[in-house]
């Protein structure tokens, strides 16, 4: 059948046929056409329309570098979690930060948005803390809570526990992201690190923070350590994201989260410089880079400045103004309020044709939420969010 519908190689339609198609119970038919290719939608439709063209021709990666698309590209933060049924079956009888270094199942839990939505890209499923437990860090995720530090990191002794990551700590990555690779075929997969700001938070405070009270308190405080802390921090991030590229992952996205907590002049002494070195040392990989922080308004340009090819956008500065922010030669990826999703469709369709309207003001623009999905949200809405950014950026407006 897969034959008529799509001339597409016998290797593919194993691939198709295999894991992507194991849709689970409760996973939304898709019937009619394919919005993009009008192609009969039988499988996954964006599998098969990206066969021919390598990864490095996805749409994905072509607006990562500001190169033309026939429509503008779209993944969810959070795309894997607990909005999806299958996610919390495949999660019951195992902690978070278990799952993570598990590779089978982080490989399970990556495929599983893709089962039921057309996005153009695969994240890896892991978390920010996931480099300091590797490197012996007593950390661990409550559920409902975030990342717990058991010895939070306040003084200089404190720091001597914090080592460089090799590729040695990490072999679980190596092994989900390289099954990935091959399962994904043409899509790809973007791997991620935790932003400097964001981890040496969950080390100082000892586990998430409202106002961050304690870890302003040491960067104004004690600027030595502070920098020193995050240089640490920086060379985990380094190894750990390399590690993912030395697998296969075909972008990048670091998530300097909580980084907005912070004003422009403080970001630019205390943080910036480990970010900039980040992205430097992946520069030589050619993947793609994403620089992302939530309720970062204030410093987006100075985002910009750290060296990714892409600025990621929370919901709070339409996009329009963030190409204003931003210096050019730049992507956005971004920035439907992920809120907006528990309203009713119609709501959803208009703030999403006004994101997608916005974003073609930018040199090159990729679809996402401000943020991550909401645990509440329900899965229907993101499967139709998707096919809509997909057939109203494809359209010629006027
Ligand atoms: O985007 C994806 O699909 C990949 C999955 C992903 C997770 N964590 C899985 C996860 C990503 C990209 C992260 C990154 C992460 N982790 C960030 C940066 C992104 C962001 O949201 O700003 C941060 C700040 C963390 C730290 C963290 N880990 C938090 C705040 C939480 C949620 C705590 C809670 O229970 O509400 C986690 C746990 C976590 N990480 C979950 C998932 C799916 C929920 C765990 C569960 O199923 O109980």
């Known amino acids: 059948m897969l034959t008529r519908l799509c001339p597409v190689s016998a290797d593919l339609r194993r691939r198709v046929t295999g894991r992507l198609r194991n849709a689970p119970d409760g996973c939304r038919a898709r019937p009619g056409h394919c919005p993009v290719t009008g192609r009969p939608r039988q499988l996954r439709c964006e599998k098969i329309r990206n066969v021919n063209p390598p990864t490095g021709e996805s749409p994905f990666l072509r607006a990562c570098r500001r190169q033309p698309v026939p429509y503008t590209p779209v993944w969810f933060m959070r795309q894997a979690g607990r909005s999806l049924p299958e996610y919390r079956a495949a999660r019951a009888s195992m902690g978070m930060l278990q799952a993570c270094f598990t590779p089978d199942l982080v490989t ?59 590729p040695g700590d990490v072999p679980f990555i190596s092994q989900a992201v390289s099954a990935l690779v091959a399962e994904l075929g043409s899509t790809p997969l973007i791997g991620f690190a935790g932003g400097p700001f964001t981890l040496a938070s969950y080390l100082i405070e000892g586990g998430p923070s409202k106002s961050f009270d304690t870890t302003k308190s040491l960067m104004y405080g004690n600027p030595a350590l502070w920098h020193a802390l995050l240089s640490r921090l ?9 590690a993912q590229v030395a697998a296969g992952a075909a972008a990048i996205q670091l998530f300097d989260s909580w980084a907005g907590t912070i004003c422009p002049d403080d970001y630019r002494q205390a943080v910036l410089p480990h970010s900039r070195r980040i992205f430097a040392a992946l520069a030589g990989t050619g993947v793609p880079r994403i620089h992302f922080g939530v309720g970062t308004g ?84 993101l499967a139709r969010l998707a096919d809509l950014v997909h057939s109203e950026s494809a359209r010629v407006p006027g």
């Open 298 to 381: 204030e410093l987006l340009g100075l985002m910009g400045e750290a060296g990714a090819e892409v600025v990621g956008v929370d919901w709070r500065v339409p996009l329009d103004e963030a190409v204003r922010r931003v210096e050019p030669g730049k992507a956005l990826q971004g920035n439907l309020d992920p809120a907006v999703l528990l309203a009713p469709w119609d709501v959803v369709e208009q703030r999403a044709r006004d994101v997608v309207a916005r974003g073609r003001t930018a040199e090159a623009h990729i679809f996402n939420l401000g943020h991550g999905v909401l645990p509440s949200t329900d899965p229907g809405q």
């Open 234 to 242: 920086a060379d985990i991030t380094i190894g750990f994201l390399r």
């Open 108 to 166: 399970e839990l990556t495929l599983q948005p893709l089962r039921r939505y057309h996005v153009d890209a695969a994240i890896l499923f892991s978390d920010i803390v996931v480099p300091l437990r590797a490197v012996g860090v007593g950390v661990d995720i409550k559920a409902g809570v975030g990342p717990v530090i058991e010895h939070p990191v306040r003084s200089q002794r404190d720091l001597q526990r914090l080592r460089p990551l090799e």
